[in-house]
């Protein structure tokens, strides 16, 4: 019976007129002779029993009678008195010892004295809580206290739910419950939401709601309240700072502490353990753990909203004969009250959960709180155990503990005065889960990813402690943890690489004594991280080991998605075995290097820089990359002519009428190219025809290249005629017994030479460059290829020629 959204009157409001007249004359009647009794009440008395000794008003006894509340508790004897008479209380009283009726009677009380009652009366009481489920819970017993009779109308904020709707209704409200959040945006964005006249403000786990996490809204919310009203603060563990007392404006509150004078700050009825259970051994005790216990209500903490997800999912797929749910502050509004309900009414359950539920909840009759992921500190610790053996009923506590957490979290513990033993874990009745983790890891890959993230969170929550003689980083196994649940490997986490600086620099120090073959061989083997860990690593060793990079880098893991999936697919069929997992990630990772050494085989022999300072770019609409090597290849990038002559060149062609484009020869008519002949025939002919065209121009050429030869010939002759004559034929000088004739000749000759060379030199470059952006087979053909031209220029000259050409 989950209430949500606001609801409207608690009392049903088809009143008759006359019984209404009726009523307000009666009401009259008993304010007055209210206010005189509770004048008269003497708060310090203590002798005040049961709800009936006090001056309350005839709907909240109803009420109190309906719900079956007769002996007052302790804190609502001490509080309820005082807070009638209008203090400001700041009440502490152990988890399950009636904080709510203690606060709840009062506003009803005080309202109703004051008649502080209908639409225009405005908001009357603002009762804030820290969580949503807490805010329906307190909203749940005001409205059950509140039906036999009150006139009010309460509200319930606290998000998740349409503004507007929630605004139409809130204009009306005589007492709000909420989260501070959803208070804050109605205060600040709903025109018609009137606090002006509040008269009392209550915070229920104060001490949550005063500190940090909520500070901002807090304070911005007591910025619209009036100065004059009364407040009321409850907790189960309570600071009593002046600072928080000042930023609420208390008046000289009245601390109404019941059990500070307590040996202890926990219910007596219950009993409280821990256990040491290293990282690597949480899921498996866990797990053990529930299924000695199936016969229970049983609620279990964990540090994160991840780790409760992979826990309750990797969980509920092996059956654990109990059924299981999980709640954290991610999940949307409906599924967290399901959530609640569902533990509220199950009498066996398990439920998993953030500290999202560690404060308030009364949950009826569970029988054990665990505590998987130590608590930040030990009001925590408080909270959390709290939901079990409430209200003089009992329950039991059971808390996780690392080997190194043991010692400051006791410390803390003993402090508050929390009685609290070790107990073992019997080693016989443990059941180890990891192998079926690891392979549920390994078949569903959504599985793996919330564990990495898990892992990921859990470490990042423990270095984010503030209690650092607690959690100290550097003696927890992460990397057992990770396999504990079911990881191939563990994830890469930054901030604890960071933190090992040091270690690492002389880590690699030592590796460099280790010899190159046994790093590779502890890179291929692929067991799990535990074994690595004793062997110096090198970064290559890591850099094999990084099996998870997709917890931290997305664009990794777009890089090897393709190579994950072929690979995921054959390792199932392969080694469907526990602890293989980490194959696919290693493939991946292997993959990449073969990727980058093919690229050196684009690059020519002859040149140095095939390993370092490359860079390989692939051009768009260019088959080939291209290698950038040198700054003049880098500087080439930046001319669009340049790099346009690098890319593949477009072929033409022919559109038809309907607009498609065809390639040049198809558009022949096919009756046309019939006409011609059999195709075989057809291709004969051309064929001929084609060689004569060669045979042809393989005469010119040659005969070309005989005049040319001849040409070099007669030059080069010349040159050395001049030469022996004494002529400086170098710097181009002219002497005396050199004739015009000649001279021109022999720059005709000069010209000749170097033009041709040009032009031959020209072709060669760009048979070296496209030699440069083929890859490898097709490089040694070019080599090939280039050695047969060679052999055209026959003589010396004309390779010098060539090579004043390739110089030009
Ligand atoms: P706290 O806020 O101190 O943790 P709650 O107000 O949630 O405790 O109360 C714990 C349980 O005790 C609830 O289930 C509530 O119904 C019950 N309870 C509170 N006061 C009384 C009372 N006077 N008589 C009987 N049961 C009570
Ligand atoms: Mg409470």
């Given at each position: 019976?989950?209430?949500?959204?606001?609801?409207?009157?608690?009392?049903?409001?088809?009143?008759?007129?006359?019984?209404?007249?009726?009523?307000?004359?009666?009401?009259?009647?008993?304010?007055?002779?209210?206010?005189?009794a509770?004048?008269?009440?003497?708060?310090?008395?203590?002798?005040?029993?049961?709800?009936?000794?006090?001056?309350?008003?005839?709907?909240?006894?109803?009420?109190?009678?309906?719900?079956?509340?007769?002996?007052?508790?302790?804190?609502?004897?001490?509080?309820?008195?005082?807070?009638?008479?209008?203090?400001?209380?700041?009440?502490?009283?152990?988890?399950?010892?009636?904080?709510?009726?203690?606060?709840?009677?009062?506003?009803?009380?005080?309202?109703?004295?004051?008649?502080?009652?209908?639409?225009?009366?405005?908001?009357?009481?603002?009762?804030?809580?820290?969580?949503?489920?807490?805010?329906?819970?307190?909203?749940?017993?005001?409205?059950?206290?509140?039906?036999?009779?009150?006139?009010?109308?309460?509200?319930?904020?606290?998000?998740?739910?349409?503004?507007?709707?929630?605004?139409?209704?809130?204009?009306?409200?005589?007492?709000?419950?909420?989260?501070?959040?959803?208070?804050?945006?109605?205060?600040?964005?709903?025109?018609?939401?009137?606090?002006?006249?509040?008269?009392?403000?209550?915070?229920?786990?104060?001490?949550r709601?005063?500190?940090?996490?909520?500070?901002?809204?807090?304070?911005?919310?007591?910025?619209?309240?009036?100065?004059?009203?009364?407040?009321?603060?409850?907790?189960?563990t309570?600071?009593?700072?002046?600072?928080?007392?000042a930023?609420l404006?208390?008046?000289?509150?009245?601390?109404?502490?019941?059990?500070?004078?307590?040996r202890?700050?926990?219910?007596?009825?219950?009993?409280?353990?821990?256990?040491?259970?290293?990282?690597?051994?949480?899921?498996?005790?866990?797990?053990?753990?529930?299924?000695?216990s199936?016969?229970s209500?049983?609620?279990?903490?964990?540090?994160?909203?991840?780790?409760?997800?992979?826990?309750?999912?990797?969980?509920?797929?092996?059956?654990?004969?109990?059924?299981?749910?999980?709640?954290?502050?991610?999940?949307?509004?409906?599924?967290?009250?399901?959530?609640?309900?569902?533990?509220?009414?199950?009498?066996?359950?398990?439920?998993?959960?953030?500290?999202v539920?560690?404060?308030?909840?009364?949950?009826?009759?569970?029988?054990?709180?665990i505590?998987?992921?130590?608590?930040?500190?030990?009001?925590?610790?408080i909270?959390?155990?709290?939901?079990?053996?409430?209200?003089?009923?009992?329950?039991?506590?059971?808390?996780?503990?690392?080997?190194?957490?043991?010692?400051?979290m006791?410390?803390?513990?003993?402090?508050?005065?929390?009685?609290?033993?070790?107990?073992?874990?019997?080693?016989?009745?443990?059941?180890?889960?990891?192998?079926?983790?690891?392979?549920?890891?390994?078949?569903?890959?959504?599985?793996?990813?919330?564990?990495?993230?898990?892992?990921?969170?859990?470490?990042?929550?423990?270095?984010?402690?503030?209690?650092?003689?607690?959690?100290?980083?550097?003696?927890?196994?992460?990397?057992?943890?990770?396999?504990?649940?079911?990881?191939?490997?563990?994830?890469?986490?930054?901030?604890l690489?960071d933190?090992?600086?040091?270690?690492?620099?002389?880590?690699?120090?030592?590796?460099?004594?280790?010899?190159?073959?046994?790093?590779?061989?502890e890179?291929?083997?692929?067991?799990?991280?535990?074994?690595?860990?004793?062997?110096v690593?090198?970064?290559?060793?890591?850099?094999?080991?990084?099996?998870?990079?997709?917890?931290?880098?997305?664009?990794?893991?777009?890089?090897?998605?393709?190579?994950?999936?072929?690979?995921?697919?054959?390792?199932?069929d392969?080694?469907?075995?526990?602890?293989?997992?980490?194959?696919?990630?290693?493939?991946?990772?292997?993959?990449?290097?073969?990727?980058?050494?093919?690229?050196?085989?684009?690059?020519?022999?002859?040149?140095?820089?095939?390993?370092?300072?490359?860079?390989v770019?692939?051009?768009?609409?260019?088959?080939?990359?291209l290698?950038?090597?040198?700054?003049?290849?880098?500087?080439?990038?930046?001319?669009?002519?340049?790099?346009?002559k690098?890319?593949?060149?477009?072929?033409?062609?022919?559109?038809?009428?309907?607009?498609?484009?065809?390639?040049?020869?198809?558009?022949?008519?096919?009756m046309?190219?019939?006409?011609?002949?059999?195709?075989?025939?057809?291709?004969?002919?051309?064929?001929?025809?084609?060689?004569?065209i060669?045979?042809?121009?393989?005469?010119?050429?040659?005969?070309?290249?005989?005049?040319?030869?001849?040409?070099?010939?007669?030059?080069?002759?010349?040159?050395e005629?001049?030469?022996?004559?004494?002529?400086?034929?170098?710097?181009?000088?002219?002497?005396l017994?050199?004739?015009?004739?000649?001279?021109?000749?022999?720059?005709?000759?000069?010209?000749?030479?170097?033009?041709?060379?040009?032009?031959?030199?020209?072709k060669?470059?760009?048979?070296?460059?496209?030699?440069?952006?083929?890859?490898?087979?097709k490089?040694?053909?070019?080599?090939?290829?280039?050695?047969?031209e060679i052999?055209?220029?026959?003589?010396?000259?004309?390779?010098?020629?060539?090579?004043?050409?390739?110089?030009?």
């Open positions: 019976m989950v209430s949500s959204g606001i609801t409207g009157r608690t009392r049903p409001t088809k009143v008759k007129k006359h019984a209404a007249a009726q009523k307000r004359k009666r009401d009259d009647v008993d304010v007055e002779k209210l206010e005189q509770v004048e008269e009440l003497d708060p310090r008395n203590g002798s005040y029993r049961d709800f009936t000794d006090l001056p309350l008003s005839e709907p909240t006894k109803q009420g109190l009678k309906s719900s079956h509340f007769a002996v007052m508790t302790d804190i609502q004897a001490k509080a309820i008195p005082l807070a009638l008479k209008g203090y400001d209380i700041l009440g502490a009283a152990k988890t399950g010892s009636g904080k709510t009726l203690a606060f709840i009677v009062p506003v009803l009380e005080n309202l109703y004295r004051l008649q502080h009652v209908g639409m225009d009366a405005g908001l009357g009481a603002l009762i804030i809580s820290p969580t949503r489920e807490l805010a329906i819970q307190i909203f749940e017993v005001l409205r059950q206290l509140g039906k036999q009779g009150h006139m009010f109308a309460a509200g319930l904020v606290i998000g998740g739910k349409s503004l507007e709707a929630e605004r139409q209704a809130l204009t009306r409200m005589n007492i709000l419950v909420g989260t501070p959040g959803r208070i804050l945006q109605h205060l600040s964005q709903t025109v018609a939401f009137n606090v002006d006249d509040l008269k009392m403000l209550v915070l229920d786990e104060a001490d709601i005063l500190d940090m996490g909520f500070q901002r809204d807090v304070d911005a919310i007591i910025e619209y309240l009036p100065k004059e009203r009364q407040t009321l603060l409850f907790s189960a309570q600071s009593r700072k002046l600072s928080d007392l930023r404006s208390l008046q000289d509150p009245e601390y109404v502490s019941v059990h500070a004078e307590d202890t700050a926990t219910p007596k009825t219950l009993q409280q353990n821990y256990i040491i259970c290293p990282l690597e051994e949480k899921m498996d005790t866990l797990w053990s753990f529930i299924q000695a199936k016969k209500k049983i609620l279990c903490f964990f540090s994160s909203a991840k780790i409760v997800r992979f826990v309750y999912e990797s969980f509920r797929h092996m059956q654990p004969g109990i059924p299981l749910l999980h709640i954290h502050g991610r999940q949307k509004q409906g599924a967290r009250l399901d959530t609640t309900a569902k533990f509220s009414a199950a009498k066996y359950s398990c439920l998993f959960a953030t500290d539920a560690a404060r308030g909840l009364d949950f009826p009759a569970v029988d054990f709180v505590q998987v992921d130590c608590p930040e500190d030990a009001d925590t610790y909270h959390r155990v709290g939901r079990t053996a409430r209200y003089n009923r009992e329950g039991r506590g059971v808390l996780f503990l690392a080997p190194s957490e043991e010692e400051g006791l410390k803390r513990l003993e402090a508050k005065n929390v009685p609290i033993e070790l107990i073992n874990v019997r080693q016989k009745k443990r059941q180890s889960i990891k192998s079926q983790l690891t392979h549920m890891c390994f078949k569903d890959p959504a599985l793996k990813y919330l564990a990495q993230k898990a892992f990921v969170t859990y470490a990042k929550s423990v270095y984010l402690q503030k209690d650092k003689e607690t959690f100290k980083l550097k003696e927890y196994d992460f990397e057992g943890f990770a396999a504990s649940l079911g990881l191939p490997g563990t994830p890469r986490i930054k901030f690489k933190d090992d600086a040091k270690q690492k620099k002389q880590a690699s120090r030592e590796a460099l004594e280790v010899s190159d073959t046994s790093a590779e061989g890179g291929e083997e692929d067991g799990p991280a535990k074994k690595k860990a004793k062997t690593r090198t970064k290559y060793d890591r850099m094999f080991e990084r099996q998870n990079q997709d917890v931290l880098a997305d664009h990794y893991k777009k890089l090897v998605k393709n190579d994950l999936d072929a690979t995921d697919a054959d390792d199932q392969l080694n469907g075995e526990a602890g293989e997992d980490a194959e696919d990630d290693f493939l991946s990772v292997k993959r990449r290097i073969p990727a980058e050494a093919s690229i050196s085989d684009v690059v020519p022999e002859d040149t140095e820089a095939t390993t370092k300072d490359q860079k770019v692939h051009l768009q609409g260019a088959k080939q990359p290698i950038i090597d040198s700054k003049r290849r880098e500087n080439l990038l930046k001319s669009k002519k340049k790099v346009l690098l890319m593949d060149r477009g072929k033409k062609l022919v559109y038809d009428d309907e607009g498609n484009p065809h390639e040049v020869y198809e558009l022949e008519d096919e046309d190219f019939k006409a011609r002949g059999l195709p075989g025939e057809q291709r004969k002919k051309f064929i001929e025809t084609a060689r004569e060669v045979a042809e121009a393989d005469v010119q050429d040659k005969a070309a290249a005989k005049a040319k030869r001849k040409e070099k010939t007669r030059k080069r002759k010349e040159r005629r001049m030469e022996a004559e004494g002529v400086d034929v170098e710097d181009g000088g002219v002497t017994d050199v004739n015009q004739e000649d001279l021109l000749a022999n720059f005709r000759a000069d010209a000749e030479a170097s033009e041709s060379g040009e032009v031959r030199g020209k060669w470059f760009q048979e070296d460059e496209s030699d440069e952006e083929d890859k490898g087979k490089k040694r053909k070019g080599k090939r290829r280039a050695k047969v052999e055209e220029p026959q003589t010396l000259e004309d390779m010098e020629a060539l090579a004043a050409g390739l110089l030009g």
